[in-house]
């Protein structure tokens, strides 16, 4: 999908700018290298982002059920006579 829309914006930026078929295809086509290499770095970027935000989200929940199993348990003991 990247390839297509970066192929058909530079594609038509270049006839726009009346160069030969031939120049416009080939750039074109380095467009569309283009936009898919950005595009595969950005989606990477995006899913490690969600991917590290579950992992924080997990952790924070861990440890909020630890606090709240500890203060359970300590409410269920009776307290100590000094």
Do not use: C, D
Not at 35 to 61: D, P
Not at 62 to 81: D, I, K, L, W, Y
């Amino acid at each position: 999908m990247a390839a297509l829309v970066g192929f058909v914006i530079v594609f038509a930026l270049s006839l726009a700018r009346e160069n030969p078929l031939s120049t416009s295809l080939i750039r074109g086509l380095i467009g569309a290298l283009a936009f898919v290499i950005i595009y595969r770095w950005w989606i990477r970027k995006v899913f490690t982002e969600l991917h590290h935000s579950m992992y924080e989200q997990s952790q924070a929940e861990m440890r909020a059920n630890e606090a709240r199993a500890a203060e359970a348990q300590a409410s269920a003991q009776p307290p100590t006579a000094a």
